[in-house]
Nanobody, 121 residues
Framework: QVHLVESGGGLVQAGGSLRLSCAAS????????MGWYRQAPGKQRELVAD???????NYAEIVKGRFTISRDNAKNTVFLQMNSLKPEDTAVYYC???????????????WGQGTQVTVSS
C-alpha cells in the first residue's frame, strides 16, 4: 500500500502565500516524477507543476514566476510554494507521485486526497 498525504491548504488573501506539502509513505522502492494538479469548480483538472527525481521542473504558464515546486527525496516529499496568489488560483490541489512499490515492479501513479486552496479578493 502507498499513501500520499497532503497538507498546507487554506484560505488566504490575494497577494498572499501558501506552501503545500505531500508526503508519500508505505511500500515504496523508488519514486520517479512528482507533481501537483488542481481542479477548480466546473473545470477540468490541470497540471500546475511537476519535478523529476533529478530535480528538473516544469510549470504551467499561468503559475510561472509565482509558484515553485521542490522535493526532498530522502523524505519522499514534494512541496509547492505558492506566492502572489490570485483568486483564480482557488481550487482543490492534488499531488501525485509515480512510484514503483517493489524492485522490478511497474511504476504506478498515486494521488493524494486533495487540499483546498481558497484565495479571496
Amino acid at each position: 500500500q502507498v499513501h500520499l498525504v497532503e497538507s498546507g491548504g487554506g484560505l488566504v488573501q490575494a497577494g498572499g502565500s501558501l506552501r503545500l506539502s505531500c508526503a508519500a509513505s508505505g511500500s515504496i522502492f523508488s519514486i520517479n516524477g512528482m507533481g501537483w494538479y488542481r481542479q477548480a469548480p466546473g473545470k477540468q483538472r490541470e497540471l500546475v507543476a511537476d519535478i523529476t527525481n533529478g530535480g528538473i521542473t516544469n510549470y504551467a504558464e499561468i503559475v510561472k514566476g509565482r509558484f515553485t515546486i521542490s522535493r526532498d527525496n530522502a523524505k519522499n516529499t514534494v512541496f509547492l510554494q505558492m506566492n502572489s496568489l490570485k483568486p483564480e488560483d482557488t481550487a482543490v490541489y492534488y499531488c501525485y507521485a509515480d512510484i514503483s512499490p517493489r524492485r522490478f515492479a511497474a511504476v504506478g501513479r498515486y494521488w493524494g486526497q486533495g487540499t483546498q486552496v481558497t484565495v479571496s479578493s
